[in-house]
């Protein structure tokens, strides 16, 4: 009976592989998108700090922005494929896409800044870029913990409310930095410009927080 039994075996452990030696492609793709968006929003606090050769690198940003449109993609894709998904459908559709609404917010602001012929970031541009590379950071570091169970996937908890912490923040410089703007620009054109910017940065701060309420809520279904 031993005998009969083995062909039959080895095929499916050939295939399976030992149990848990291989990531979801889910998990993969995930982290895909969360290391996109880190790439794209170091491009952008670089460019605020380094404010040259502004065209080229904003069409670096657009670049990475359409790999990150596949990589949405490729997650949506595989969700109409897969019948049993290591997650909640919802909660992996609602990950893939907050994350690449931040990247698209990014491309956004950083297009702005040459459509609008900007000749420099103002400070607090630069600070709301810096408040978004370090969210993203954080982002990435929890989405490499998404694959964990029970004990350790609760070490995402302290990611999220660094994102929301980091998002309070970025209120805060953006609620100083329109002030200052109504109260300090020589012009209308100029406030709407900067208005448009400004936006685009705190948007992405807050689909940060987005991700991390989602992340927060997988934690709590899940752990």
Avoid at 107 to 119: D, H, K, N, S, T
Avoid at 128 to 147: D, E, F, G, N
Avoid at 161 to 179: C, G, K
């Amino acid at each position: 009976m031993q005998k009969l039994l083995r062909p039959v075996a080895r095929p499916f452990q050939k295939l399976l592989g030992p149990l848990g030696a291989r990531e979801n492609p889910f998990f993969g793709l995930l982290k895909s998108s969360a290391a996109n968006l880190l790439e794209v929003s170091q491009l952008l606090d670089d460019l605020f700090q380094d404010y040259q050769d502004v065209p080229a690198r904003v069409a670096e940003i657009k670049r990475l922005e359409e790999v990150g449109d596949h990589i949405i993609h490729e997650i949506m894709r595989n969700l109409h494929r897969t019948f049993i998904t290591p997650l909640d459908r919802e909660d992996i559709a609602a990950l893939g896409e907050r994350l690449d609404d931040v990247v698209d917010a990014i491309e956004e602001a950083a297009r702005y800044m040459v459509e609008y012929r900007i000749p420099e970031p103002s400070p607090a541009a630069k600070e709301l870029a810096h408040i978004i590379r370090q969210a993203s950071q954080t982002l990435l570091t929890a989405m490499t913990k998404l694959p964990h169970r029970g004990g350790k996937l609760r070490e995402i908890l302290p990611d999220a409310v660094e994102v929301n912490r980091l998002e309070n923040e970025a209120d805060h410089v953006f609620s100083h930095a329109m002030a200052q703007l109504f109260n300090d620009a020589t012009s209308p054109m100029e406030v709407l410009k900067w208005r448009d910017i400004y936006s685009q940065l705190e948007q992405a701060t807050d689909m940060c927080e987005d991700v991390a309420n989602v992340l927060e809520a997988i934690v709590l279904k899940n752990a």
